[in-house]
């Protein structure tokens, strides 16, 4: 599958990660959608989330619209529930806004977790996760891939540009090419859908070398 061919719809709120995700994918020829659905006037009962997520192959959020606002959290909630429906694999990417209610948001996702396919997090949001999880930080890739089923969770340290995903064949680490947690996700979420989620799949689509 070539990048040009991948859609992605994204919501999320202006200035968070997720649009910066988008950034990247479109950079790369992927057709993207993005709503910031921390807009006053955003109305998400006039949506057609069918339309909307139609052919999609990901619908990218992230973590910091499940600590806000009651109405957001039912927002991606609705996505999500659609976003299965029409086949669209949902993906996760776990920033740091320090205005959110981080344990209502991380306990908000575990209630979903079955319909979550990729999570992305850099060495700070592992840790965050960790202590909320009450695990070591080491711990974090298999627990969500193990129990909670996530299809692949990529982990990256980026002072270090040293990745970690565990995925369904195994778990892959190394240096990397990208430069940022962003460019790592989209890069990641550019390249799956054609890669067959192989381990040779998994480490380019990453950057891993």
């Not at 859609?7 to 992927?30: F, N, P, R």
């Not at 957001?72 to 209610?101: H, I, P, Q, R």
Request: aromatic share 6%; net charge neutral; charged share 25%.
């Amino acid at each position: 599958m070539k990048v040009a061919n991948i859609k992605a719809v994204s919501l999320g709120l202006e200035g968070g990660i997720a649009k910066d995700v988008v950034g990247e994918l479109e950079s790369k020829g992927v057709s993207c959608t993005w709503m910031d659905i921390g807009k006053p006037d955003f109305d998400r009962t006039v949506i057609d989330w069918r339309f909307v997520l139609s052919g999609a192959h990901w619908l990218i959020l992230e973590m910091s619209s499940f600590g806000k606002k009651e109405a957001l959290a039912s927002t991606v909630g609705a996505a999500m529930v659609f976003a299965e429906l029409e086949g669209a694999k949902t993906a996760l990417v776990v920033d740091e806004n320090s205005k959110m209610d981080a344990d209502r948001a991380w306990g908000s996702i575990v209630e979903r977790i079955r319909q979550i396919g990729f999570i992305s997090m850099s060495a700070t949001g592992r840790a965050k996760i960790a202590s909320m999880e009450k695990v070591d930080h080491k711990e974090i890739g298999g627990l969500l891939r193990l129990r909670g089923l996530v299809s692949v969770v990529a982990m990256m340290d980026e002072q270090s540009q040293v990745v970690e995903i565990h995925h369904n064949l195994g778990i892959e680490t190394g240096s990397t090419t990208a430069k940022s947690l962003k460019s790592m996700t989209a890069g990641m979420l550019s390249g799956l859908p054609s890669s067959k989620y192989s381990s040779e799949g998994v480490r380019s689509s990453a950057g891993i070398y």
